[in-house]
């Protein structure tokens, strides 16, 4: 048996570039050396208000899209999140564990009660805790994830640490897996804000799903920094060097080489080409994408079949838990 992996996405929209450069493309890559478990974190994704509809819809587009990107279900556990108590009963247990003033230090609240200031809820408070019970019931060994998840791994790490000192050896410590690269793509409208599926501006993102049109519109309406010299440099030229960092992650050419070809050559040319890098490598995503949410029963086997399967991983951590607390 190979070590545990666990990760998740919030079906809280499509999900966009950074999303897939940050996660979802290592999770492909990690299926031959681990044994995979990919959540939908639909309760996650409720912490911001979704109209029941659209949210059915997203949820099951969401298991599309982990089918087109390359995750097989042959190989890997694919389920809904909430198609398992265990995740709601830990949560509660670990909650009698986690400080407030831990919870109020997480930067991923502070901003969202900032934009979402109307529904500052207890949900969205307690995310992380709701996270740490995703991936402890699992037993698991990695997680691989983008940077804007570190504290909340952290915060998980911790809290399995408690729980092992208070009631005895019971839960792995979990290790993050960040890449280098793409662990942290930023919005095209505002390079020092990350690209995020609820910004409320589109022009923020571009999701696995967007037309070739709105692509191009997009990247040519994306922001630049001032001067005309594609140079990568995070520091003075941000947003260019993540546009740089997108158009080197998904041509498979080194940023180096993509600077020397762009030499004596204008945003203008590089934002065209850039498109056309996207574009290229979306289009038989988004067909295997179409093909898989055409099959809604297809979609529902696969996600049933990996609920059997997470559920018996789940139920029986669940159970040495409660044991181990003293609950009968
Ligand atoms: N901008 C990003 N760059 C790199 N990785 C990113 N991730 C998110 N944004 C970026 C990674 O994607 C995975 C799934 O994220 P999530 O759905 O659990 O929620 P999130 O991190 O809060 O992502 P969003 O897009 O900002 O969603 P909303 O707006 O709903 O909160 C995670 O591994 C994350 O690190």
């Not at 819809?57 to 556990?77: F, R, T, V």
């Amino acid at each position: 048996m190979n070590q545990r992996l666990f990760s998740a996405v919030a079906p809280s929209g499509i999900i966009h570039l950074g999303n897939y450069l940050g996660a979802i493309k290592q999770w492909v890559e990690l299926q031959n050396d681990y044994d995979c478990v990919f959540s939908i974190a639909d309760y996650h994704a409720m912490t911001i208000f979704q109209p029941p509809q659209e949210f059915r819809e997203k949820i099951l587009e969401m298991a599309a899209i982990y089918l087109a990107a390359g995750i097989d279900p042959k190989k890997s556990i694919i389920f809904i999140q909430s198609n398992i108590s265990a995740h709601a009963e830990l949560t509660w247990i670990l909650n009698t564990l986690v400080k407030v003033s831990e919870l109020e230090r997480m930067t991923q609240f502070k901003d969202k009660a900032k934009r979402f200031s109307q529904n500052i809820n207890m949900g969205l408070f307690d995310y992380p805790v709701l996270m740490a019970a995703d991936i402890l019931l699992y037993k698991t060994k990695v997680v691989p994830v983008g940077e804007d998840q570190k504290q909340h791994l952290e915060l998980c790490r911790t809290l399995a640490q408690r729980f092992n000192k208070v009631y005895g050896q019971t839960f792995i410590i979990p290790k993050t897996i960040i890449r280098k690269e793409g662990a942290r793509i930023m919005g095209l409208d505002d390079p020092a804000k990350k690209m995020s599926k609820s910004a409320v501006n589109p022009y923020n993102y571009i999701t696995l799903t967007d037309s070739s049109d709105l692509i191009k519109e997009k990247i040519k309406k994306a922001v630049t920094d001032s001067g005309k010299e594609i140079i990568f440099n995070l520091k003075e030229k941000p947003a260019l060097s993540n546009l740089l960092t997108i158009y080197s992650l998904l041509s498979n050419k080194p940023i180096k080489e993509i600077v020397k070809n762009y030499q004596g050559k204008g945003y203008s040319q590089f934002k065209t080409d850039l498109a056309e890098v996207i574009i290229n490598f979306l289009k038989p995503f988004q067909e295997r994408f179409e093909n898989f949410n055409k099959d809604q029963n297809y979609l529902k086997k696969v996600l049933n079949e990996g609920a059997q399967k997470a559920r018996e991983i789940a139920e029986k951590t669940l159970e040495e838990v409660k044991e181990k607390i003293g609950l009968i």
